[in-house]
Nanobody
Framework: QVELVESGGGLVQAGGSLRLSCAAS?????MGWYRQAPGKQRELVAR???????NYADSVKGRFTISRDNAENTVYLQMNSLKPEDTAVYYC??????????WGQGTQVTVSL
């Protein structure tokens, strides 16, 4: 079992930046950042493979960047030009074996006007 610990959430004004981190207790193949706003379904924000391939939700393209440090088993989500609609609880999810994945505990991101 791989455990994930997220950090970096907080309150920021619109147009500001935050960087989220997700530290894994072991290696993994793919990690994604998801978010869930009140009353909405959880959605994929960005994902990165162990080969460094990335994909993003259309709503964050050009503003968010996902990256990974394989030596530290950590994935980052740099969020720039934040908007109030980015407000949500952000979760990381890692696939670490065939058919096995883990979720982090979530970190709150709040963007004010």
């Amino acid at each position: 079992q791989v455990e994930l610990v997220e950090s970096g959430g907080g309150l920021v004004q619109a147009g500001g930046s935050l960087r989220l981190s997700c530290a894994a207790s072991g290696s993994f193949f793919v990690m994604g950042w998801y978010r869930q706003a009140p009353g909405k379904q959880r959605e994929l924000v960005a994902r990165i493979t162990n080969g460094g391939f990335t994909n993003y939700a259309d709503s964050v393209k050009g503003r968010f960047t996902i990256s990974r440090d394989n030596a530290e088993n950590t994935v980052y989500l740099q969020m720039n030009s934040l908007k109030p609609e980015d407000t949500a609880v952000y979760y990381c999810n890692a696939n670490w074996a065939y058919g096995r994945s883990s979720w982090g505990q979530g970190t709150q991101v709040t963007v004010s006007l």
